[in-house]
């Protein structure tokens, strides 16, 4: 469960204000697959790392998984993050120089783990994204789908609740756009809760549901509205 009452965010810098998020309202059950669509610039990104506890916000309140997490402090924020967040960026992340058994390990290593729990975790997560033959490769010697499924891997090792994804596919084709989603899906099925920005409008309506971001402004289309779209198809 994810919940955000009135909340904004403001960047400053000595010469403008920029309002990226505005009074947003929002609740994200848990397990649901929802996805984020909006012009560039109009706060995705911003939403997606506040919902992450990347960023900090001024005004509002947020409560991840029920917990308030406004004062918080940043050992706080960090330790709650790594337990409930998986992350996923568009240009994947990952460390060129270390194979993907290692990869997979980086995050793993804050949460306290001891090298068995860490070896099964990332044996396993690597077997869902289908990649367990290459624990040993380099991210260089896969494709680019390839490298999403092993950011894919990192981000599920530690089994978080929500797994965010931003852009996950922009830099994909078609095809490994397809397997990744597909991967997504799974993972969702499996019970995480999934929030992916996208620019997708196919893979948009494949969520749940389809929050849109207008001007830093969040306008969540009624779950009625979603079957109703969702029944026609
Ligand atoms: N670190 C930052 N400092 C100042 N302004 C920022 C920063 N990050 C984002 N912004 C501004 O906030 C607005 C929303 O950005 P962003 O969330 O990245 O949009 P999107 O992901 O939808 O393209 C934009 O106007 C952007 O320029
Ligand atoms: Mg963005």
């Known amino acids: 469960m994810l919940k955000m009452e009135n909340v904004s965010k403001i960047y400053r810098t000595n010469l403008i204000e920029t309002h990226a998020l505005r009074k947003v309202d929002l609740h994200i059950g848990a397990g649901e697959f929802v996805s984020v669509t909006g012009p560039s610039g109009s706060g995705k990104t911003t939403f997606l790392n506040l919902a992450g506890l990347l960023e900090t916000f001024e005004e509002g309140d947020f409560y991840l998984d029920g917990q308030n997490v406004k004062g918080l402090s940043d050992n706080q924020l960090s330790e709650l993050r790594n337990e409930k967040i998986g992350f996923i960026f568009q ?4 460390l060129p120089e270390l194979p993907l058994f290692d990869n997979v390990d980086v995050p793993l290593r804050y949460r306290g783990f001891n090298a068995k729990e860490r070896k099964e975790r ?33 981000a599920i090792a530690g089994q978080p609740k929500f797994l965010l ?6 830099n994909l084709d078609s095809l490994m756009a397809q397997q990744v989603m597909e ?16 620019h997708d409008e196919q893979l948009a309506r494949r969520a749940h549901r389809n929050i849109q971001i207008f001007d830093g402004q969040v306008s969540d289309l009624a779950k009625d509205q979603t079957d109703v779209l969702i029944q026609s198809e």
């Open 122 to 154: 990332i044996e396993n997560a690597l077997e869902i994204v289908g990649l367990s033959s290459r624990m040993q490769h380099l991210p260089t010697q896969l494709s680019g789908g390839q490298q999403q499924r092993v950011a894919i891997a990192r």
């Open 165 to 170: 994804a931003d852009e996950p596919t922009g």
């Open 183 to 198: 991967l997504l899906e799974k993972i969702n099925q499996q019970g995480t809760t999934i929030i992916m920005v996208t």
């Open 91 to 94: 240009s994947f992340n990952l």
